[in-house]
């Protein structure tokens, strides 16, 4: 690769509506950054092709026929390597938010969400970052509230403990929801030193995504 040329994020379709599929493509193949390698029209499909096409991000419907967008999003979160999941339905049920978070998927949009906030998703997520739509956000924070137990705090809190000082700050501001550049910012810390505090945080923590994360500040009522 020469100087000039930028990284090229790997995406994968999958979703049962051929318009939808074409839309998707068409919108994202005028990004330079951004290319579409495959599409799928049922979720177990999906995992076939991202093992024959190991793409970056997976853009996953959720009400598919053979395998449904969460079990597909599960599956593929349980491979050593699996690739990044944005969730994009026309469904905003709370179920349905919760369900593909705790299948591993990294983001949740609506199917309506703006062109251009899709792509940005896509970029962020591949970064490593978190992206959920303003309305799955409120959904995850209600659900947090309303399900709160001392058992759940405490063991948050436990999880927490096993953190220095600095993981403990980082994992904070994952909590209130900032990126990497942010948290940087905001910390005096170079943003691949932030990308390396987030890694071990997955570790320690036992979680595989940066809202798993916050759930669990959440629960140990840090934010």
Do not use: W
């Not at 599960?74 to 339905?89: A, D, F, K, S």
């Not at 799955?136 to 705090?153: E, M, N, P």
């Not at 993981?167 to 390396?196: C, D, F, M, W």
């Amino acid at each position: 690769m020469t100087i000039s040329e930028t990284p090229v994020t790997r995406v994968l379709i999958v979703d049962d509506d051929p318009l939808v599929r074409s839309a998707l493509s068409l919108m994202l193949g005028g990004q330079p950054d951004l290319e579409v390698v495959g599409e799928a029209a049922d979720g177990r499909a999906g995992i076939s092709q991202v093992g024959a096409l190991s793409p970056d991000v997976v853009l996953m419907d959720i009400r598919m026929p053979v395998l449904n967008g969460l079990e597909a999003t599960r599956l593929l979160h349980e491979r050593p390597e699996p690739p990044r999941v944005i969730v994009l339905t026309t469904f905003d049920a709370d179920d349905y938010v919760v369900g593909a978070l705790e299948a591993g998927a990294d983001g949740f949009l609506m199917k309506d969400t703006p062109p251009a906030a899709i792509v940005d998703a896509i970029r962020k997520v591949a970064d490593g970052e978190a992206m959920l739509s303003p309305t799955a956000t409120r959904t995850v924070v209600d659900r947090l509230r309303s399900s709160g137990s001392d058992a759940r705090t405490a063991e948050a809190e436990k999880r927490l403990a096993l953190l220095t000082d600095r993981e403990r700050q980082v994992a904070i501001a994952v909590g209130h929801g900032l990126s990497n550049a942010e948290i940087a910012g905001e910390l005096y810390l170079s943003v691949p030193t932030v990308k390396a505090h987030v890694s071990r945080l997955f570790e320690k923590l036992g979680t595989t995504n940066r809202v798993q994360i916050a759930i669990c500040v959440h629960d140990a009522g840090l934010a």
